[in-house]
Structure formats: C-alpha cells, structure tokens
C-alpha cells in the first residue's frame, strides 16, 4: 500500500465541461436507466475531439508507455512511463515524487489531460492523477492510437520536444483509495462492493498466481476487465487496445457485478493494474469506486485476511 504521508482531502477540481463539444454531450449519452447515475462523458473522449482540442493551452496528451514513441505518436503527446509512478509492487511512490513526475510532464493544477497507450496501465495513470487532485480532469482516448490510426489522422515521429515545468500542487484524495484494512471491516457491510477484475480462474483460485495464497477476497463480486473492450485486452501489449463497449453495455456489466446507484465499489486485481481500468470506467459511468492497489498479491501474503475459493455467484460476469 501507499506509504507517502496522507494530505486531507480537497475540493474535487471542476470539470472542463466547456471544452466539449455540446453536441457530443447530447448525442452520446442517449437513454438510460432512471436509476442509473449521469455518466461523466468528459471522461472519454473521441479523436476528432482530441485531433479539435489539441492546440488548447491547457491540454496535456500522455503516450503511457515509451514503446514506438518515435516511431509514430499523435502530434504534441509525451511519452510517460507508468512505473515511474509507482514504488515496489505497483504501490503509489512518494508523494515529493509523484509531484517532480507531474510537473516534468508539463502538468499544472489547470491542466485538461488526455491518456492513451498501453490498456495495462492507461487506468493506473488515470487513477493516480485523479488521486492526486486532478478529478474530473483526466480522460482517456476512446481506442488510443489504433483507432487514430484507423482514421487516418496525422502522427508525428521522433522525441517530444521539451516540455514546460508545470506547477502542480497535489492535493491527495484518500477517499479514492482502500486498504486491506479498510476492506475487512466492511465485508459485511451492504453499501461497498468489492468487485475482482481478474479472470474466472484466478478468480476461482483455479490458476495459480505465483503468490502465497489463490482465490479471492470473501464476498467479493467477478468482472473480468477485458469484457469491457470490443477486443478484449489479454496481451501486456499496447497494439491490443481497443474502444470500450457501448456504454449501456458497461452499465449492465457493473450492474451484474452488483453495481448499484448509492453503493461504494473497491475494485481490486492482482497488483491493481486491471483494477485500476475498471477504476476508470465505473467513473465513466458515474460511480462511486475506490482503488485497492495492493490488490491479491498483498491480501494473499498476509495469512490473517480470511480468503475464498470458487466460481462467482451465478457464474461469470460477461
């Protein structure tokens, strides 16, 4: 888990509506269920709207991952690696860090982010901004680079050129983030879902994860992430990233993990990087989640934690 020291949460940063198109707001919500929350649109964009926006000052477009930069990347993106973000096993570093990483990029407490890269770590990248202040500013491409390619629009090769330091206050949001401790005193508790973003067998404590113990936190719903994407995403490769499924098709998959208007989700995989995408599209559609990013590979080594084996209720969640 996190070992930076905790700052007291902020006031969430408000959302750059305005640089959406009204249009892309009326014509992408359409119906929904009248108990389902608003989906938060900004959260996605398209590349026609990247390819619009992209000369906007404040915009900030992040290849997550260095693989190919040069060799073709979207036009005014920079290369981040995603574990530079991190400490040990995929825990957050430290916060002086993550600040000098933020700032390095060109980010400022103002800036309108745009992520697109690798579908293993996008959501890592995703989730930590937005922990540390920059909520309802941080979207993600809608297919990242293969589908810009796929419409033809301009790529550039070659380094980014450098990058103005940006002045970026982190203002920490615990409430974005669940402990292992904070998880078992509320395994009993009907107002958090805790949902495993792993696959059916690992789920099940089938396939052995390399770790001390196999199977899955007690009463813990299924959702494998890669349902989420018309392609599913079972590669650590960046060319697999593909678009999500209708968002109404995203709905139903969290509602039959137990997904439920007022309720609090803690998402959770192996060392959080499934977890953290699926950390992503409950944003999306306008969920209230907490990311677990010590995940099964700090619960299965601590012998005290109770565990569970075997299928989901009600079979796989797809």
Do not use: K
Not at 294 to 318: D, K
């Amino acid at each position: 888990m996190p070992r930076h020291p905790r700052a007291a949460p902020a006031h969430l940063a408000g959302a750059l509506l305005a640089l959406l198109p009204a249009a892309r707001l009326a014509g992408q919500c359409g119906p929904r269920s009248l108990d389902r929350p608003a989906r938060r649109e900004h959260l996605l964009v398209t590349p026609a709207w990247l390819a619009a926006h992209a000369t906007d000052p404040a915009l900030v477009i992040l290849q997550v991952g260095t693989d190919d930069f040069r060799s073709g990347h979207i036009p005014g993106a920079r290369p981040i690696d995603p574990m530079a973000l991190t400490a040990g096993e995929h825990d957050l570093a430290p916060l002086d860090r993550l600040q000098a990483q933020v700032e390095t990029l060109g980010i400022a407490n103002d800036s309108r982010v745009v992520l697109y890269g690798d579908p293993w770590h996008t959501g890592l990248v995703f989730w930590t901004l937005e922990y540390l202040g920059l909520v309802d500013r941080v979207a993600v491409l809608d297919g990242g680079l293969p589908r810009w390619r796929a419409e033809r629009r301009l790529l550039a090769t070659g380094a980014a050129p450098p990058a103005s330091r940006g002045r970026f206050t982190p203002r920490p949001h615990p409430d974005l983030l669940a402990t292992a401790d904070w998880i078992r005193e509320r395994l009993d508790s009907r107002r958090v879902v805790v949902i495993d973003a792993r696959s059916g067998p690992e789920y099940a404590g089938t396939e052995r994860e390399h770790l001390p113990r196999t199977g899955h936190i007690p009463g813990a719903r299924h959702l494998d992430w890669s349902t989420t994407f018309t392609r599913p995403a079972t590669a650590r490769d960046s060319s697999v990233a593909s678009p999500l499924v209708a968002a109404d098709r995203l709905a139903e998959l969290f509602e039959a993990a137990g997904a439920a208007s007022g309720a609090e989700l803690v998402l959770y995989c192996t060392v959080g990087l499934r977890a953290s995408h699926l950390y992503f599209v409950a944003r999306y559609l306008g969920l209230t989640a907490r990311m677990y990013d010590g995940s099964w590979s700090e619960w299965s080594r601590r012998p005290e934690l109770p565990m569970a084996t075997g299928p989901a209720p009600g079979g796989e969640t797809r």
